[in-house]
Nanobody, 120 residues
């Protein structure tokens, strides 16, 4: 049974920081691309950042330079360090684990989400 459990969300003032964690179980973590997505009220879910199995990282333009994604394969955990938070970062943040076989078949797993609210 695959589980992705996010933690670290909460409320913070603009300019503040939060660190999200996502602990994975039931998968061979080191083989999965790990990502963070977010969904604000009334908007579609969007990619925030992902990290590949060899540590390559990609960020959306809206968070580049403020957020940092990292992974610890020994702990089966992916992190999202969020600095200089803005009100527009307010959303539910979801952890994603993705794996594509050599035949192109993809497996995706999602966490339950954690709320991040940035407000003064």
């Amino acid at each position: 049974q695959v589980q992705l459990v996010e933690s670290g969300g909460g409320s913070v003032q603009p300019g503040g920081s939060l660190r999200l964690s996502c602990a994975a179980s039931g998968i061979i973590f080191s083989r999965y691309v790990m990502g963070w997505y977010r969904q604000a009220p009334g908007k579609e879910r969007e990619l925030v950042a992902f990290i590949s199995i060899n540590g390559y990282t990609h960020y959306s333009g809206s968070v580049k330079g403020r957020f940092t994604i990292s992974r610890d394969n020994a702990k089966n955990t992916v992190y999202l360090q969020m600095n200089s938070l803005k009100p527009e970062d307010t959303a539910v943040y979801y952890c994603n684990a993705g794996f594509t076989t050599s035949l192109g078949n993809r497996s995706d797993y999602w966490g339950q989400g954690t709320q991040v609210t940035v407000s003064s």
